[in-house]
């Protein structure tokens, strides 16, 4: 846009483009200048942190990837531990849902901000059960669970990892 196209939006409206509102005042030759300059200059994108834009996060989520070998945790575990709660799971549940992988933080990134990278804080839960659990609902039948029963389902989740550190 030319300044003299932002002149005429100005004197049409009443305001500058991209504003909200009307001025309490006219606006002189120079404010106008400095307007149109702010709404000419390119905009910063800012990369949000997580986002598949931010190469940080996708260089983390390529590790988990592999390392979870694009699965579920808790449905391969549940696969081979107990067969019937895993079919329960696929029974009752959209495949358009579970069949979606999110990176799911162990450590909540609210109570630790520095582990928010760390492939070691972060698995392939389905969107089901990642949801399920962010709210304190059993991962596979949904229903509300304790802290304690919580923490016991992550315990199994990373059962085999805590086999392997100790």
């Known amino acids: 846009m030319t300044f003299e196209e932002f002149i005429n939006v100005y004197k049409k409206y009443g305001k500058c483009p991209g504003q909200m509102s ?10 106008l200048k400095t307007r149109y300059e702010k709404h000419s200059k390119p905009k910063e994108k800012k990369i949000q942190k997580g986002s598949w834009d931010d190469p940080k996060w996708k260089e983390v989520a390529d590790i988990v990837w592999k390392r979870d070998r694009g699965q579920c945790r808790l449905l391969s575990k549940l696969k081979v531990d107990n ?6 799971f696929i029974n009752t549940n959209l495949p358009s849902l579970y069949s979606k992988l999110d990176l799911a933080h162990i450590i909540p990134r609210s109570q ?26 059993d991962p596979v039948t949904g229903k509300p669970i ?4 919580h923490e016991k389902w992550w315990r199994y989740i990373l059962n085999e990892e805590m086999e392997k550190t100790n």
């Not at 067969?83 to 329960?88: G, I, K, R, S, T």
């Not at 304790?146 to 029963?149: D, L, M, N, V």
């Open 83 to 88: 067969p019937e709660l895993y079919m329960y």
């Open 146 to 149: 304790t802290k304690e029963e």
């Open 22 to 31: 009307k001025p309490g005042h006219t606006l002189n030759e120079r404010e």
């Open 112 to 137: 630790s901000a520095e582990l928010y990278y760390e492939p070691t804080n972060l698995i392939l839960l389905n969107r089901v059960a990642h949801s399920n659990l962010d709210t304190y609902h």
